[in-house]
């Protein structure tokens, strides 16, 4: 994990599924526990739905607050 990871827990769009659209950091419990025990997809998207769902499930999402408030730098920055 890179600390922007935590970053991107909060920015990204689950890009699929029942909830696409919804930001990761954003995903019930249930929907990333399913993740866990039929498998993550492959790439980026799985790592962070593996990552969010372990901070999940240790109840530790609050840490992700305030990187939600956070002022985004412009992608090309």
Same mark, same amino acid.
């Given at each position: 994990?890179?600390?922007? +990871?935590?970053?991107?827990?909060?920015?990204?769009?689950?890009?699929?599924?029942?909830?696409?659209?919804?930001?990761?950091? +954003?995903?019930?419990?249930?929907?990333?526990?399913?993740?866990?025990?039929?498998?993550?997809?492959?790439?980026?998207?799985?790592?962070?739905?593996?990552?969010?769902?372990?901070? +999940?499930?240790?109840?530790?999402?609050?840490?992700?607050?305030?990187?939600?408030?956070?002022?985004?730098?412009?992608?090309?920055?």
């Amino acid at each position: 994990m890179k600390p922007e +990871d935590l970053e991107l827990l909060v920015s990204r769009e689950m890009p699929f599924g029942k909830y696409k659209g919804r930001i990761i950091a +954003d995903l019930p419990g249930h929907y990333l526990n399913w993740f866990a025990r039929e498998g993550f997809p492959s790439g980026q998207i799985g790592q962070l739905l593996a990552l969010m769902q372990e901070i +999940d499930h240790n109840g530790l999402s609050a840490l992700l607050e305030p990187l939600r408030n956070k002022p985004r730098r412009p992608a090309n920055s």
